[in-house]
């Protein structure tokens, strides 16, 4: 997962004007006070100190030099952008190089050292009741889900691939959560090749469903670009205009909403993807005609905004099997009952509570995983064992 993946789309932002329509901050770094209120203090002194085997680094999680500032650089991006919601100062934020969302408490996972999201979201928390976590990475959001899987504060929705054995093994739609967290995270397990007509019906009757049952006081959204056809990593037959009709249907329910990237690994593609969903989300439309800049041999030989990505994989996802999906998601949804009681607070608990599980709900929490474990060490020998590449073609 390469960062030049965001100086493509910071040119191609730019090139299109799109930074005259946004407020641009340089995000200071998180420091590792924020970044232990997730993550466990020893787990960030071995990423420090750069002994990795104990938590996962090194194996799908390449060490590079740097690696720890890197982390404190996104992290705090995502944090910063919370807090532009959390104070009014902003009703949409934006940080593409955030959504890294395999990261655990004590583990590294695709790619991903420090879970920005997480942290984003404890920021929202702060001044929020409620929070909807809405994920459309090929890959299951699995470290967001497992972060908030016994909260009733923290609803977590996730679009994915699924097979049990895809990375990263997880997302079937029997994991709602546990303990008060019982129904509280949504699982829409997809097939290979899914299609934009089958995605965006099926994304936008979870998601009204979702934020009317829910009520929402905020969103996140993580736009994973490997969603997307052609991708190196992914399987779905996704435009990127599909792609950014999700935002466009989140952005449209006009409540406080943070941005984040996440996978991606065609990168000329990510890059058109992200700056198209910014033209979205500024309500400025742009050319399908890529403007010039620095980078514009990277998209030949079209120079399109908007290239053909479409039916490059055989759709596997069967009319019976979207609508099957849509009943049982709508049935688990019967669940919630309304908003959770926690709307009859003024004032937010404190999230340490979340880190605060017992030895029973713990348990269950790590039961519901735990098949998304076994394996683990067999599926990263495959060709889908990392979120990352070394070369674009």
Request: charged letters at 25%; a negative charge; aromatic letters at 12%.
């Amino acid at each position: 997962m390469k960062p030049h993946r965001l100086t493509l789309t910071n040119h191609l932002v730019v090139s299109y004007g799109l930074h005259k329509k946004l407020e641009v901050y340089q995000p200071r770094r998180a420091t590792e006070e924020e970044i232990m209120s997730f993550h466990a203090a020893d787990y960030i002194d071995f990423l420090k100190r750069k002994l990795f085997s104990r938590y996962n680094v090194g194996d799908d999680c390449p060490v590079f030099d740097g690696m720890f500032e890197f982390c404190k650089i996104y992290s705090g991006a995502s944090i910063d952008a919370a807090r532009k919601l959390t104070s009014g100062a902003a009703d949409i934020s934006i940080n593409w190089s955030g959504g890294l969302h395999h990261a655990k408490r004590v583990e590294a996972s695709g790619f991903c050292y420090v879970n920005d999201i997480v942290l984003g979201i404890f920021e929202l928390l702060t001044h929020f009741p409620r929070v909807l976590y809405v994920d459309i990475d090929i890959h299951h959001g699995d470290g967001v889900q497992e972060a908030f899987y016994t909260t009733d504060r923290v609803m977590t929705v996730s679009f994915h691939k699924y097979n049990g054995d895809f990375f990263p093994g997880t997302g079937d739609i029997d994991e709602v959560g546990s303990g008060v967290g019982k129904h509280y995270s949504l699982n829409v397990p997809l097939k290979d090749g899914i299609d934009d007509e089958s995605y965006i019906y099926l994304f936008k009757a979870v998601m009204e469903a979702v934020i009317n049952s829910f009520r929402p006081s905020a969103i996140v959204l993580q736009c994973g670009a490997d969603s997307l056809g052609c991708d190196r990593l992914g399987c779905f037959n996704l435009s990127i205009k599909a792609h950014g009709e999700c935002v466009r249907f989140i952005k449209d329910f006009k409540l406080p909403l943070l941005v984040l990237g996440g996978g991606g690994y065609t990168i000329r593609n990510v890059a058109r993807c992200w700056t198209y969903e910014t033209s979205i989300l500024v309500d400025h439309e742009v050319s399908n005609d890529l403007p010039f800049n620095e980078y514009i041999d990277f998209f030949r030989p079209d120079f399109k905004l908007h290239p053909h990505l479409s039916g490059k994989v055989d759709n596997m996802n069967t009319r019976a099997y979207i609508q099957n999906l849509r009943i049982k998601i709508l049935e688990h949804l019967r669940y919630l009952n309304g908003a959770p009681s926690v709307q009859m607070q003024e004032i937010p608990p404190d999230i340490q509570g979340y880190l605060e599980m017992n030895d029973e709900e713990e348990a269950e929490l790590l039961a519901d995983t735990a098949k998304g474990r076994e394996g683990k060490e067999r599926r990263r020998r495959r060709d889908l064992d990392t979120e990352y590449y070394e070369e674009e073609d």
